[in-house]
């Protein structure tokens, strides 16, 4: 028996956007099928003008559901409090900047992507296969999707379809560089996958049982989005605005960039370079929802003036670290070994380090402006 759910948009916007959070692109695809909004009736926001969609064309597509994808994407990984999140890893893992749910203690930032989406659902885990299976195959019956972590690849996906009662499976995924070779789907193309034997230690599905009012966002949330920017549970990164702290004494560290081997240097690299590809990411997301006003729902003008504040100091972090990335290549491009080489230059390290301390200074405004927001809706 086979199932399949036709028209879902792909994840990890394959049309050319950045959506490195494979969990919250996943969910904005299922709430584009389930939800079906009318694109006329909802806000659009433009990344490039800044303001409201007017159909211009810069963005190069003129589809308007996959740029709901994005408004959307931007939407729930700040209000998630992903966006508000800042990892810096002494070890130098990857992963930890593209995945920031692997460094969560718990479920909460999923928890709050589905209450502000306005899902019901449970979490499937340490189940036999055979329960895995069914789940899937009732889903789908039900045609809802379901994100599946360690099904294809080592992060989030979207299943979509299922064949054999469950037993092999097919959807959406996007690679991540970090993905262990056993991970890997049996066929993949144009970012569609299957499965066979898709079980393994760690599996989980999210089932989305039922559809209930979309949280709307106050006081408690923007306590939480002021209280993840000072610092954030993190099983083994630094968070909050000691990353930018351990970043500094990095660069500070003459002997490590003189002396250190080749290869842990080059991991550092890139490793500071995801860094800031990271944060430009999702302060710049970030920036859209607040300026925004996390899309219509910050109606008070004085809570939508401060949204626009927050979202000017985000901005300004994603534009210098675009300059800072600038610096390590032209065009985007990078390679470990000369990023290396770049940072052997205790001038080149001096400015970033200076950078830096903009890049916190940042945070700490959005960090006041949130408590004046707060202040706003519990005057108490």
Known sequence: MKQFIRGVLPVGAPWGGVETVRFISCLSSLYLHVKQPESAEELLFCPHSGELCDDCGRCGNPDRARRMHEQVYFELLTLSG?????????EFRPQFLTDLLLETTDDDPIERAMAF????????EGVSPEEFYREVAESLAREVPVPAFRVAGDDWCLITGCDDDGKSVSGFYAPQEWDSPESRPDTFHASEFTRKEWVREGTRLLIVTGECPARVPDGEEFSHLRNLLVASDCRE????????????ELLRDDAFFTSSGEEKRHRCAAHLHGFFERLAESRGFAALAFFSGLFGKLRDPELARLGREIGSNFLDTRDCCRRLLDAFGSNGAF???RGAAFLCNSRVR???????????????????????LEEIVDPE
Not at 237 to 248: E, K, N, W
Not at 356 to 365: F, I, M, P, Y
Request: charged share 30%.
């Open 350 to 372: 001096a400015e970033m380090i200076d950078a830096l301390r903009e890049l916190k200074k940042n945070d700490w405004n959005a960090i006041l402006l949130f408590e004046a």
């Open 117 to 124: 989406a306005g899902f019901e659902y449970r979490i499937v």
């Open 335 to 337: 390679r470990a070994d």
């Open 82 to 90: 992903l966006n508000c999140r800042t990892h810096w890893d002494p």
């Open 237 to 248: 990164c630094v968070s909050g605005l000691a990353a930018f702290d351990r970043c500094i």
